[in-house]
């Protein structure tokens, strides 16, 4: 398929080149196209010079494809924060990760500044019950260094057999000093959907993450929830998307669509217009247009982002909690055949039904609540947004924001944006923080 593709637009590609050639300009234009064919060709060349002095020259013997696997990360990573290759044995793990079951500790992870940065634990694992937190940074595992580590060199050393015990050092925005964290390897179902009938008369509904078993997840909970609750005494749903980092598109266009009839959820678009994609809701509105309330926080990125956007933009939902992370790239996953693993590459950004890229700028609350931080974790609580990620896309579009709160606390009753979803449902003011309604803007169905 991909091939199929290249081949007409190669073909259009050089219709043009042609055109502008043969214009008033076309002497210019041919010679800047050398030009630039003649500088890329020029650093090949470095590269194969310095490749061979390294292998000539370097104290130690190196590995070849060690240095080949090296140079190729080095480049990917240069491009933005979310693009990455990923070798054969990285590229299972991830397969194995968006299935749904993979062995670890429960954590999602990025890279920043030499260091592991926690985007979140996953609900119910050993990193949660071990008081990880969104936006803690590992700097040590088992005692040895993660600074000069690939991400999937650090994460490959946080696995292994199941009962067995690594040690992370956690830098912790606050603290005085390092802590280090003993935590035993499980084997990780990721359940991603939990449920249960709040005082009777509301759904509540907990996404965790996007992954394979997520839409169906949803469709038994909501199913289930319909068949405790009569409809006349439902009063509506809380589906809570905080600290829920994404996963896979077509699962966040498939939850979106359960709560639409009809109309866009996400459009993305590439570096070439003739690459824009458009997804619509399919499938029917499952709640039979129930109120819905959608909890965020600035652990919130990616999937949950479209969610939010895509159900806030069709008036379709009430936002309440804090400004979600603001990530607004399309990662495309590129296998690259038998043993060569697979390259994760930005290849779009996503906008919302209205027109809206949240790159760098996230999902605004309609609602802004702010938790109750307990005093041994003030200071320490505040989430790194896209926007403050080194060499992130830049947004032309509006003004870029910061990081959020990310801080859910541990007790329900202590939970001030649950209370305030649920007061809403009974038709009851919350008590907002700074809250700023934002614009309704008019969807195209």
């Not at 060569?340 to 609540?369: F, H, K, M, V």
């Not at 896309?393 to 202590?414: F, I, R, W």
Request: hydrophobic share 35%; with cysteine; proline share 5%.
């Amino acid at each position: 398929m991909r091939k199929s593709l290249l081949f007409p637009l190669g073909a259009l590609t050089g219709v043009c080149l042609t055109l502008l050639v043969s214009g008033p300009q076309g002497g210019l234009w041919a010679a800047r196209a050398a030009a630039g064919a003649d500088d890329a060709y020029s650093k090949l060349n470095l590269f194969g010079e310095v490749f061979e002095r390294v292998k000539a020259s370097y104290v130690e013997k190196p590995d070849n494809a060690k240095l080949i696997e090296g140079a190729i990360t080095g480049m990917v990573t240069s491009l933005d924060p979310h693009s990455r290759y990923m070798n054969d044995k990285a590229w299972t793990e991830m397969q194995e990760t968006t299935s749904g079951e993979f062995g670890g500790l429960g954590i999602e992870v990025t890279m920043e500044e030499g260091l592991v940065k926690v985007v979140s634990p996953i609900d119910d694992t050993p990193a949660s019950k071990a008081g990880i937190m969104s936006g803690d940074l590992i700097s040590k595992i088992d005692g040895e260094n993660v600074q000069g580590m690939t991400l999937e060199q650090a994460v490959n050393k946080m696995k292994g057999p199941v009962d067995t015990q690594t040690k992370l050092t956690i830098v912790r925005k606050g603290a005085d000093a390092p802590l280090d964290v003993a935590i035993k390897r499980e084997i990780i179902h990721v359940r991603p959907v939990r449920f249960h009938v709040e005082n009777g008369d509301i759904g509540y509904i907990r996404v965790t993450s996007f992954n394979e078993q997520t839409t169906d997840g949803l469709k038994k909970a909501i199913a289930s929830i319909s068949k405790d609750v009569p409809q006349e005494k439902l009063v509506g749903y809380v589906m809570d998307l905080r600290n829920n980092p994404g996963g896979l598109l077509d699962q966040a266009v498939s939850v979106s669509s359960a709560f639409l009839q009809r109309g866009e959820v996400v459009s993305t678009r590439g570096r070439n217009p003739e690459e824009t994609q458009r997804f619509t809701a399919h499938g029917g509105d499952l709640t039979k247009g129930k109120p819905l309330v959608i909890l965020v926080n600035g652990g919130s990125a990616s999937a949950s982002e479209i969610v939010a956007g895509a159900l806030h933009d069709h008036k379709r939902a009430t936002i309440i909690g804090t400004r979600s992370f603001g990530k607004g790239s399309v990662q495309t996953i590129i296998p690259l055949g038998a043993g060569n693993g697979a390259l994760a590459l930005t290849t779009a950004r996503y906008y919302t039904p209205s027109g809206r890229s949240i790159q760098a700028q996230g999902i605004a609350p309609d609602i802004e609540i702010l938790q109750d931080i307990p005093p041994e974790l003030k200071g320490r609580m505040d989430t790194m947004a896209e926007s403050q990620m080194r060499g992130h896309l830049q947004n032309s579009e509006g003004a870029e924001q910061t990081g959020s709160q990310s801080y859910v606390p541990p007790e329900e009753k202590d939970d001030k944006a649950l209370h305030a979803a649920f007061d809403f449902l009974h038709g009851q003011s919350a008590n907002a923080v700074a809250a700023k309604p934002a614009p309704k803007a008019a969807v195209p169905n």
